[in-house]
Structures are given as structure tokens and as C-alpha cells.
Nanobody, 129 residues
Framework: QVQLVESGGGSVQAGGSLRLSCAAS????????IGWFRQAPGKEREGLGS????????YISSSVKGRFTMSQDNAKNILYLQMHSLEPEDTAMYYC??????????????????????RGQGTQVTVSS
């Protein structure tokens, strides 16, 4: 059974940094797309970026590009979301989701999807001014 568990959220002041982790277990052999998303109360879900585990390549949304990056630790099956220059507007529940990569280009727009095969419970990020 696939499980995604997020961690690393917390409270930080504006301008600070956080690194979120998405620990994946139960993934079968093959390539996966793993995406990071967030949702704040009263706002629509926003895709932040996606990662192709086979190509070791990230695709970051223009809304956070330059501040957020993604990387993976293959040995630990963890995908990281490094966030810098955080703003109060970044306050939200952050979660990761995953699908098996269905075609070679599947991960490019994966973070724009609204449905996923697997999804974690999320970790809260609160940025104070």
C-alpha cells in the first residue's frame, strides 16, 4: 500500500525558510510523478511543482519559482520542498501527491492536476509578518 507522509511544517516569520519532506513508501518499481500542492482556507488548491523520480527533474510553478525548489533523496524515498523568502501569503496546508508516470512527459504538468492516485495528509505552514 502506498503511503505519503509529509513533515517539516511549522511557524516561521516572513523572510524565513522551511524544508518540507514527503516520505513515500510502498511505491512499486517504475517512475513516479510526485507533486507538492497547498491549500489555504477559503482559497483554491494551488499546485507548486512536480518531480519526475526517474529523470530527477523538477517542474516548478511560475508562482513560486525562484523561491521554492524540489529535490529527492533516492535512498530514503523522500521528496523535499525547500521554501525560501516565505511570505504570509504562503500560509496553507501543504501536501504531496503521487501518480505512476504514465507517459514520459506526464510529470511536466502534473502539479496542475486536481486528482491523484495517492495523497498525503498534509503539513501546516504558517508564516507571520
Amino acid at each position: 500500500q502506498v503511503q505519503l507522509v509529509e513533515s517539516g511544517g511549522g511557524s516561521v516569520q516572513a523572510g524565513g525558510s522551511l524544508r518540507l519532506s514527503c516520505a513515500a513508501s510502498g511505491l512499486s518499481d517504475g517512475s513516479y510523478c510526485i507533486g507538492w500542492f497547498r491549500q489555504a482556507p477559503g482559497k483554491e488548491r494551488e499546485g507548486l511543482g512536480s518531480f519526475d523520480t526517474d529523470k530527477n527533474t523538477s517542474y516548478i510553478s511560475s508562482s513560486v519559482k525562484g523561491r521554492f525548489t524540489m529535490s529527492q533523496d533516492n535512498a530514503k524515498n523522500i521528496l523535499y520542498l525547500q521554501m525560501h523568502s516565505l511570505e504570509p501569503e504562503d500560509t496553507a496546508m501543504y501536501y504531496c501527491a503521487a501518480d505512476k508516470r504514465k507517459i514520459p512527459t506526464y510529470c511536466i504538468g502534473y502539479y496542475k492536476r486536481t486528482s491523484y492516485d495517492y495523497r498525503g495528509q498534509g503539513t501546516q505552514v504558517t508564516v507571520s509578518s
